[in-house]
């Protein structure tokens, strides 16, 4: 199976992640520092991707969106749990003192010969 059909594609998340009510998608980007006012047209929002720039619209798509929201693989690894994968049933097959003591005799006879 190709790798490419086996990892979701950035657009499908983007669009998944995307705010379907018209706010940027800086809001949920790692790479974004927003600044709000007590209105709500005082608002600034940069982007840190490569070089701080100002951001004079509401951005829709991004090539370089990183989604904040997502857990990380180390912070999943971090919290995930430990499952041990020993065997909790004994190993099957025929264990018992009459078998032991058979091999234990045919071996202590060879030697006395």
């Given at each position: 199976m190709p790798l490419e059909k086996t990892h979701m594609e950035n657009?499908?998340?983007?669009?998944?992640?995307?705010?379907?009510d018209g706010?940027?998608?800086?809001?949920?980007?790692?790479?974004?520092h927003a600044q709000k006012g007590f209105r709500e047209s005082e608002?600034?929002?940069f982007c840190?991707?490569?070089?701080?720039r100002k951001l004079p619209f509401k951005v829709r798509d991004c090539t370089d969106y990183f989604n904040?929201?997502?857990?990380?693989r180390q912070q999943m690894e971090r919290i995930a749990l430990i499952i041990p994968n020993e065997p909790?049933?004994?190993?099957a097959g025929f264990a018992g003192l009459g078998c032991e003591e058979s091999s234990e005799?045919?071996?202590t006879g060879t030697d006395a010969e």
């Open positions: 657009d499908k998340l983007i669009a998944i992640t995307r705010p379907c706010d940027t998608l800086c809001r949920t980007c790692y790479w974004a608002e600034v929002i840190a991707f490569g070089e701080l904040r929201t997502l857990p990380t909790r049933r004994k190993p005799e045919e071996s």
